[in-house]
Every structure is written in C-alpha cells, then in structure tokens.
C-alpha cells in the first residue's frame, strides 16, 4: 500500500501561483510514476501532470503547458506541482496518484490516490 497526502491548495486570484505537495509513504517512492489530476464540480476527473520514477521525464496537459511544473524529490518521497498563471478554469480538487513503474495518462491505470486538495481561483 502506498498512502498519499497532498497539500498547499488554497484560495488565490487570478494570475497568482500555488504549489501543492503529495507526500508518500509506505512503499519504495522511487518506484513508481507520480502523476497529478484534477476534478471539477460536475466534470470528469483529468490529467494534468506525470513524472516518471526517475524524474527524467514529464508530461503536461495541453491546458497547463507552459504553466504547470511536475517536480519530485525521491529523498523526501514528496511529488510537487508548481502552478503559475492560474485562471478560474483551474478551479479543481487536485489528486496525486501513483503508478507502478509506468507513465500512464489514464485515470484508471493508477494503483493510488490521494484524498485531494482544493485550488480556487477568483477572477
């Protein structure tokens, strides 16, 4: 089992910037892909942001491109995403999730879940 905690959602205008964190405990942290979604009310939970095991690689959604850093620290078992630019369409529960071994884009294929963290973004 791998237990995810995300922090650092919040209240900001627009323009502003947060950074949230996930925190992982449990297994080998450096063994598994990280990822960050989101879900607004009455929507579909969407990717936003993953990042291999290693750090090496990330991808970003087309609607955060150029606005969203995935980063992560393997020492301190912690996946961060630093959100620049924010708009009221950035309005969401953000989850972390993590995959074992590979990146995947698809909620379904993601092993554990965070219990999310509110960003709200006034305009």
């Known amino acids: 089992q791998v237990q995810l905690v995300e922090s650092g959602g919040g209240l900001v205008q627009a323009g502003g910037s947060l950074r949230l964190s996930c925190t992982a405990s449990g297994r080998t942290f450096s063994n598994y892909a990280m990822a960050w979604f989101r879900q607004a009310p009455g929507k579909e939970r969407e990717f936003v942001a993953v990042?291999?095991?290693?750090?090496?690689?990330?991808y970003q959604a087309d609607s955060v491109k150029g606005r969203f850093t995935i980063s992560r620290d393997n020492t301190k078992n912690t996946v961060y995403l630093q959100m620049n630019s924010l708009n009221a369409e950035d309005t969401a529960n953000y989850y972390c999730a993590a995959n074992l071994d590979y990146i995947t884009f698809q909620v379904s294929q993601y092993d554990y879940w965070g219990q999310g963290t509110q960003v709200t973004v006034s305009s």
């Open positions: 990042i291999s095991s290693s750090g090496t690689r990330t």
